[in-house]
């Protein structure tokens, strides 16, 4: 087949014009997509910032415990470390503690007595806040060992 320089140039007119009724189209899909991908990451970004400051500093440091446990854990936490003890077995388990920002922070497995943890020397745990209220602590953790897992601490001291 054999086309003229003319029916050539008409050709390429034509679906040039045809992609310009849908570039409309695809920019307001592009822009809604856009849209909502922005919605997305505002409302999962002012979800964690509703947690109070106030309540996450008492975080940072004193006695706490896990309830709901069968065995007693107690958590004394200072600035730098936390030091697990489980007191009907008399394990103690000791971490390294690092605050990214005010509602994460890492523990950093140093050593385990008494216990075999599954956790290697170095070894880190990532935690996240999830919500907070009246000493009690709601949390997300991750970790190579065990995967990730929540649960609930709560402030004795």
Known sequence: LYFTNLEIREHTVNNN????????????????????????????????????????????????????????????????????TYNDTKSVIYLKIFWPSAQDYELTFIKAKGTNTGFKKGEKLYVRITTCKNGLYEYECRSNSYGDHHGTIQKIR
């Open 17 to 84: 014009r045809r992609i310009e009724l849908f570039l409309p189209l695809m920019n307001s899909i592009k822009g809604l997509n856009l849209f909502i991908i922005l919605c997305f990451v505002l409302m999962t970004s002012s979800a964690f910032s509703q947690i109070n400051e106030e309540c996450l500093a008492g975080l940072k440091t004193g006695m706490f415990m896990y309830p709901g446990y069968g065995s007693d854990v107690t958590i004394k936490r200072t600035k730098k470390r936390q030091i697990e």
